[in-house]
């Protein structure tokens, strides 16, 4: 019996929920930390704060549908709840990574631009 299909189905459902309830999140909460970069246009806080949000979408749905084709074909149930356990992880820790890697950005630009301020200031 080929599982795969309905490996497929639960893996995806499974995924778009947890990048959809994640994204929004980050959407709601996010705003706030790029107010703090950008305190004198708010527009472009809520523009840039949508762009991330598709983006992120984009990145993490397309990467969950890419990782479907590099699936063997599942046989047993065993297996279906091994392969769903290994890509579910894998997305799942990539999504953790990536919203530590913004952070650090988040964390990294203020202090750039003091910095730049200060070189424009001196020259």
Do not use: C
Not at 15 to 22: W, Y
Not at 74 to 95: A, D, N
Not at 96 to 113: A, V, Y
């Amino acid at each position: 019996m080929n599982l795969n299909i309905l490996t497929y189905a639960i893996f995806f459902s499974v995924i778009s929920f947890i990048t959809i309830k994640v994204g929004w999140v980050f959407y709601k909460n996010g705003e706030h930390f790029i107010h703090n970069l950008m305190p004198e246009d708010p527009h472009l806080v809520q523009s840039i704060n949508k762009l991330m949000l598709v983006g992120y979408y984009l990145l993490n749905i397309g990467y969950a549908a890419v990782i479907l084709s590099m699936w063997e074909t599942i046989t047993t149930i065993e297996q279906m709840i091994r392969v769903l356990s290994e890509k579910s992880g894998i997305i799942i820790i990539g999504l953790g990574l990536m919203h530590f890697f913004n952070l650090l950005w988040l964390n990294l630009i203020p202090k750039i631009k003091k910095s730049l301020k200060i070189s424009k200031t001196k020259i």
